[in-house]
């Protein structure tokens, strides 16, 4: 291609690619949560040269945990070992990692919970409601977790508050297995 920025885009395509499955995300997921279309994530992922670092690319990038100046080393062929999964940062503009802020902004916050788990650390619980859940799956979604957030905050402090024998009763009323009415 005329005019491209010199380098191996297949390297980087591979690269970048290997990082995305590597979160287990598929090209549509990925595409979505980075902001770029499916097309242009298989673009990218096939190697297609391009004439500049657009800002797609430098979402994929960012989204995949690359920091600033990696795109410039895969495709002048430099080595680049990118970060552990568990070491990604953000690539969200509120600190979130991406899946997270993803989920927030396309679900609804139901309830939250904010455990300390040492001096050092604290545990934070999101529960969601998808986009298209109706008031009343909403609803059931909070009594299934007021069901569990015994059990849950206890696994995680190691303490169950429940009384003895509590974790065996049945399920709130009112909860159904059946797909819910809409609001």
Known sequence: MMG???G???RL???LAACRNSRGLSQTDFGRMAG???TTVQGIERGKPMKRLTSALRRYAAGVGWPDGALEDVLAGREF???PRGDVRSASPNGLPLRVAHAIAEGKVLDTRIIALTPHADAVILVMAKPAATNTQ???A???WSHHEPAVLGALTGTDPRPPGSETQVKPEGLSESPD???
């Open 138 to 140: 909403m609803r059931t």
């Open 36 to 38: 770029i279309s499916r």
């Open 8 to 10: 191996d885009w297949n």
């Open 81 to 83: 070992t990118p970060r």
């Open 181 to 183: 009415e809409s609001a």
């Open 13 to 15: 395509g591979k690269a």
């Open 4 to 6: 491209a920025v010199d």
């Open 142 to 144: 909070l009594a299934t």
